[in-house]
């Protein structure tokens, strides 16, 4: 019913730039909170950034001054701009969002989604 999407994944040197992008698609109402999440293997799921349908933001604190995450309400999409990439950096990240959807039986419900992730690595 309601889809996330990440692109923009890929392997970058240290000290580069990625641009990672996330569309959501399917039977959706409105979107409040869309955000970043990533995880690396053996650490738990952490917090990269997040953004209001008001345009707040907030940030992990190994990320505030390089990552900045942006949003387009009309294409239902958001963005991660990373930049100085680190190697510590090297996760899978992840989409998420809260998106109001109508329910089979047409009444509305706000629900978390995620996205499947797309794998960022940054080595030389």
């Known amino acids: 019913q309601v889809q996330l999407v990440e692109s923009g994944g890929g392997l970058v040197q240290p000290g580069g730039s990625l641009r990672l992008s996330c569309a959501a698609s399917g039977s959706i109402v409105s979107i409040s909170t869309m955000a970043w999440y990533r995880q690396a293997p053996g650490k738990e799921r952490e917090l990269v950034a997040s953004?209001?349908?008001?345009?707040?933001?907030n940030y992990g604190d190994s990320v505030k001054g390089r990552f900045t995450v942006s949003r387009d309400n009309a294409k239902n999409t958001v963005a991660l701009q990373m930049n100085s990439l680190k190697p510590e950096d090297t996760a899978v990240y992840y989409c998420?969002?809260?998106?109001?959807?109508?329910?089979?039986?047409?009444?509305?419900?706000?629900?978390?989604?995620w996205g499947q992730g797309t794998q960022v690595t940054v080595s030389s």
């Open positions: 998420q969002g809260h998106i109001r959807r109508r329910t089979i039986g047409e009444s509305i419900r706000e629900y978390s989604y």
């Open positions: 953004i209001t349908s008001g345009g707040t933001t």
